[in-house]
């Protein structure tokens, strides 16, 4: 069975940082394309960035510049660094495997101005 596990979530003021984890537990296929999403109150699911076991990656709009995803592929694990963070940002941040399509339980992020 495969489970994609978020870690990394927490509470923050804008213009800190925060460092997201997705470790995928199961099949190493499973890890090939890695995405993050977010999904804030009252809005839909938003896509945030996607990352290849190569390690390309592609980024969202509204977070280009600020987000970076990478990845261990020793460790099976994706990881998403947060710099200049807005109150914008406060989300449920979810990871999916795309090959597997399976989706991780989330991990709340909160940024107060």
């Known amino acids: 069975q495969v489970q994609l596990v978020e870690s990394g979530g927490g509470s923050v003021q804008a213009g800190w940082s925060l460092r997201l984890s997705c470790a995928v537990f199961?099949?190493?296929?499973?890890?090939?394309?890695i995405e993050w999403y977010r999904q804030a109150p009252g809005k839909e699911r938003e896509f945030v960035s996607q990352?290849?076991?190569?390690?390309?990656?592609n980024y969202g709009d509204s977070v280009k510049g600020r987000f970076t995803s990478s990845r261990d592929n020793a460790k099976n694990t994706v990881y998403l660094q947060m710099n200049s963070l807005k109150p914008e940002d406060t989300a449920v941040y979810y990871c999916?495997?795309?090959?597997?399509?399976?989706w991780g339980q989330g991990t709340q992020v909160t940024v107060s101005s």
């Open positions: 999916k495997s795309t090959n597997c399509n399976i």
């Open positions: 990352i290849n076991r190569l390690g390309i990656t």
């Open positions: 199961g099949y190493s296929s499973c890890t090939y394309i």
